[in-house]
């Protein structure tokens, strides 16, 4: 499916206000309601919209600390990988993994309170996933540009 002009600006609008009303968004994209909704219906359909989420504030939840875990594995046997993808997806507090190129295998992305926190999660999850060769933690001192908004 390709995505004309007005889908475009279906998704633009969507994704900085997930909540707003179908006759809201038709006025906002210069549609009838009805033809609005079969659109959205459609890129819902086509995998275009993944979902809908609600973006907690971390601060709010006493999630302060951003830490950024490079994971090199001791090889790259499918059986490693997939272990390893297995477990890390059952740590509750990574909220992105990455299967990476270059000089680290996986790139975690943690979300925790404060360092002593950051420690109990690395004893207790990150230095028992299957494989770990090596591990670099750099702490986040401030995020700049932070958005889930995609170019479309």
Do not use: W
Request: hydrophobic share 40%; glycine share 4%; net charge negative.
């Amino acid at each position: 499916m390709q995505l004309d002009a007005t889908d475009r600006r279906i998704l633009t609008v969507l994704q900085k206000h997930g909540r707003i009303t179908n006759a809201e968004l038709s006025e906002q994209v210069n549609l009838s309601a009805s033809a609005c909704h079969r659109r959205v219906q459609r890129l819902e359909e086509e995998g275009f919209i993944a979902g809908y989420v609600a973006l907690l504030d971390p601060r709010r939840l006493g999630r302060q600390t951003t830490v950024f875990v490079e994971i090199t594995l001791q090889g790259q046997a499918d059986e490693l990988l997939d272990a390893f993808e297995r477990e890390v997806a059952r740590v509750p507090d990574v909220l992105e993994c990455h299967l990476m190129a270059g000089s680290a295998d996986y790139l975690l992305k943690v979300m925790a309170e404060n360092t002593e926190d950051f420690a109990r999660i690395h004893r207790q999850y990150l230095s028992r996933l299957p494989g770990v060769a090596q591990m670099q933690s750099s702490f986040a001192l401030r995020t700049v540009v932070k958005t889930t908004a995609l170019q479309v």
